[in-house]
C-alpha cells in the first residue's frame, strides 16, 4: 500500500539536513530551479507523474504557500521560478513534500529496487529524484527575464521540438496569451544565452 500522508516536520528536516550545501534564503525571494530525475529517467510527462506532480503541488500550496511564476516540465527534469511568501524563505520543505507525493503516487510503477544503493537505503530514498535540486535567486528584473526565456526556451534547446509554442508542458503558453510572448518567439531563429542556466 501506497502511504499518501505527507512526511512529518522531523522527516522533512531529516532529509534537509542531510546535505553542508548553502542554500540562498531570502523572505519572499524569487527563485529559478532545476530538478531532475534519477539518472536521468524520462517519465516527467508521463500522464499519472504530471498528475501526482499537480496534485502534490496543490497540496503543498495550500500548507506553504508560493507562486509559481514560469514552468516548463520535460522528460528527464524540470525547471521553475517560484516567488515564497513574505515572511518564508524555505523553498527546500516544499520540494521535499512535493517530490515525496510524487514518490508515493508513482512509486509502484517507477520504483527501481535494482538501483537502490545501501546508501538510498539508509537516507530512505527512492529511484524517481536526483536527490538534490539547483537553485538560483533572481537578483533582478533582467534576471528574471533571462531565466524565464532560459525555462521557456529549454525544450527546442533539447530538441524536443522545433517552436517554443509547439511544447504543451510549459507556461509560454500562458505568457503568450497574456502578451508577454509573441506566437513564435524562440522558433526559427535560435535563443543565444549568454550563460548556462541550472545545468
Not at 529517467?41 to 502534490?56: K, M, S, T, W
Not at 527512492?126 to 533582467?142: A, G, K, N, P, Y
Request: contains cysteine; aromatic residues 14%.
Amino acid at each position: 500500500m501506497v502511504r499518501t500522508s505527507h512526511p512529518t516536520d522531523n522527516e522533512l528536516w531529516m532529509i534537509l539536513t542531510m546535505s553542508n550545501y548553502r542554500r540562498a534564503n531570502t523572505n519572499g525571494g524569487t527563485y529559478f530551479f532545476t530538478v531532475v530525475t534519477y539518472r536521468r529517467q524520462g517519465f516527467l510527462c508521463n500522464n499519472n507523474v504530471r498528475e501526482a506532480l499537480r496534485d502534490g503541488i496543490r497540496h503543498v500550496i495550500a500548507t506553504r504557500p508560493f507562486i509559481i511564476d514560469g514552468w516548463v516540465l520535460l522528460p528527464d527534469h524540470l525547471h521553475c521560478i517560484w516567488t515564497l511568501p513574505p515572511n518564508d524563505a524555505n523553498f527546500g520543505v516544499r520540494w521535499a513534500m512535493i517530490k515525496c507525493y510524487v514518490t508515493k503516487q508513482c512509486a509502484a510503477d517507477l520504483q527501481r529496487n535494482d538501483w537502490m544503493s545501501t546508501s538510498k537505503r539508509k537516507r530512505n530514498e527512492s529511484t524517481l529524484w536526483q536527490r538534490r535540486f539547483w537553485e538560483h535567486q533572481i537578483r533582478d528584473d533582467r534576471d528574471y527575464e533571462k531565466h524565464m526565456d532560459y525555462l521557456h526556451y529549454n525544450p527546442v534547446k533539447h530538441g524536443l521540438v522545433k517552436n517554443v509554442k509547439d511544447w504543451r508542458h510549459s507556461t509560454f503558453h500562458r505568457y503568450h496569451r497574456n502578451g508577454v510572448y509573441d506566437e513564435n518567439w524562440g522558433g526559427d531563429d535560435v535563443l543565444v544565452m549568454d550563460e548556462e542556466f541550472g545545468e
